[in-house]
């Protein structure tokens, strides 16, 4: 047995525009929401640098890198991630 659905008071073409009206306006909200930068944890940071996790967390207390806590996580922005990505052969070999 076959489901049939029956609208009436509107034409065919008002219903796909609605429809398409409510799809795009889903997709944009979708995408508005997946705009947020991305930031990455300790961890992702250091396999990228090649360096342990507490050398992260270290250069995060002397203040070399910015990052921010979510609770106990500690988090590294985007173009921060980058940054330090771009200097940790002067962090990794600077002397103390």
Not at 26 to 49: D, G, I
């Amino acid at each position: 047995m076959e489901n049939v659905t029956q609208i009436h008071g509107i034409t065919k073409e008002d219903l796909l525009n609605d429809f398409s009206r409510l799809i795009d306006e889903k997709l944009s909200k979708l995408q508005a929401s997946n705009n947020r930068p991305r930031k990455h944890s300790v961890k992702e940071l250091a396999q990228h640098c090649g360096v342990s996790e507490l050398t992260v967390r270290n250069w995060i207390s002397e203040g070399k890198i910015k990052a921010e806590r979510l609770g106990r996580r500690i988090f590294i922005a985007e173009e921060e991630f980058q940054r330090a990505l771009t200097e940790v052969k002067s962090l990794k070999y600077q002397r103390a």
